[in-house]
């Protein structure tokens, strides 16, 4: 009897299979679906990581520069590399927008976050860290460094706003909390890009300001001209990003820039949760939803594929029964086969997910705990799905046998 659930799977393992197989592809896609929320998390943190600060400088009372619009003058961070433990500091704009590419047979858009940074060497904050080919940027206009996930080559060139940019480098895991490629451009492109007005919104505005007498009173002149000058030029930046002495406490450092310089100062773990609980937080509710519904409609599958297959063989169950055999024989025997379907079910998946992930648009992170904890749940929802099989067969009447 040890072999009973072997031997009946043997005699119809073609349908067996095939219905695990069917089974793994549902498991495959949950498991997907943990990746993706697992990748989120894991963009949020590469995110930090790559901006190579300790402490982000942001507008007083926002969550800025991830999660929501701040605006500082680009002077600030004077002020805050004179402060104690402040090692480097540097100002960096973020911008999501559409990127064009162009000079190929069909120019493409690609949906990308540029970051504006002071023309510097690798280390230093908001500098990208790692080059797979190319340079980093040493001109003050038109080079970019580019992420390998936005199709770009080297010597590829892009539009941003009006002007036109020249890839001089490749990064690669260089992406937004929600996975766009990031483009690094220098401070003051990327200050025109995000701040400067259009062509024709700059004439209409000196257009109102030259009829604005509080602008133009008689006999300054000079006023008007300076007040146009201001609407020329772009002083602000979404955020200064602060590098640390060796061994100073972030928060330490933090406080007085807070109290003097009157903005908001967030340390990597405020801004880790930040990015993870505010920004994310929808989407982890919706991937965790799917995740329920999935495994609700695994649960379901087993469950009804279980019963059919017991009702299928109640002749032989009965048999079973007139010879002797004992209820909790029957039911280890539809509890393994449950779980036989389970395992195959869950080998598929595992081996489909791992094997579609890489196409997926979005960085999808697989990782062991989370197969482990899988392969658990799998093996929990086959057992409690084998119930209704079991309390099917436990009704059957020994007599059927005799009577089929």
């Known amino acids: 009897m040890i072999s009973l659930a072997g031997r009946d799977i043997l005699h119809a393992w073609g349908k067996f299979v095939f219905t695990g197989i069917g089974l793994g592809l549902l498991i495959g896609v949950t498991l997907t679906m943990a990746g993706v929320y697992r990748g989120m998390v894991d963009d949020a943190k590469v995110l930090l990581d790559n901006s190579g600060a300790d402490l982000w400088v942001v507008q007083q009372g926002t969550l800025g520069p991830y999660a929501e619009s701040s605006s500082i003058y680009d002077d600030t961070y004077r002020g805050i590399l004179g402060m104690t ?6 100002n960096v704009t973020y911008l999501t927008m559409q990127v064009r590419q162009v000079g190929g047979v069909t120019p493409r ?3 990308a976050m540029v970051v504006g940074i002071t023309p510097d060497g690798p280390g230093h904050p908001g500098q990208p860290g790692f080059l797979v080919q190319g340079r980093h940027i040493t001109r003050g206009h038109y080079e970019a460094v580019a992420d390998i996930a936005g199709g770009f080559a080297l010597g590829d060139r892009m ?12 990064t690669r895991r260089m992406v937004s909390s929600g996975g766009d490629p990031m483009v690094f451009i220098p401070l003051k492109d990327a200050q025109e890009a995000q701040f400067l007005k259009d062509n024709d919104a700059i004439v209409r505005q000196r257009a109102r300001t ?8 008689p006999g300054m002149p000079g006023m008007l001209d300076a007040v146009i000058t201001s609407q020329s030029t772009n002083p602000y930046v979404n955020a200064v990003l602060v590098q640390i002495d060796s061994g100073a406490d972030p ?8 109290r003097w310089k009157r903005l908001t100062v967030y340390t990597r773990t405020q801004m880790e949760e930040i990015l993870i609980s505010k920004l994310i937080a929808t989407s982890a509710k919706q991937i965790g939803m799917f995740l329920v519904i999935l495994a609700l409609v695994s649960a379901a599958i087993v469950a009804f594929i279980i019963y059919t297959l017991t009702l299928g063989k109640i002749r032989e169950i009965a048999v079973l029964k007139l010879i002797g055999t004992k209820n909790r024989t029957i039911s280890a025997m539809i509890l393994q086969q449950a779980l036989a379907l ?5 080998v598929v998946g595992k081996i489909a997910a791992t094997f579609w992930a890489p196409f997926f648009p979005k960085y999808v992170l697989l990782t062991p705990p989370d197969a482990l904890r899988g392969f658990v749940a799998v ?10 099989a079991i309390r099917a067969a436990l009704k059957v009447d020994p007599a059927e046998a005799i009577g089929g």
């Open 251 to 258: 928060e330490a450092v933090a406080e007085p820039i807070r």
């Open 379 to 388: 093996m929990v929802i086959c057992a409690l799905a084998s119930v209704l």
């Open 210 to 217: 030259a009829l604005n007498p509080a602008l133009n009173p």
């Open 85 to 90: 433990g402040v090692a480097r500091a540097a």
């Open 109 to 111: 858009d690609v949906r």
């Open 342 to 346: 389970g395992f195959i079910g869950f």
């Open 159 to 170: 539009q941003i706003r009006r002007n036109l940019y020249t890839v001089v480098g490749l």
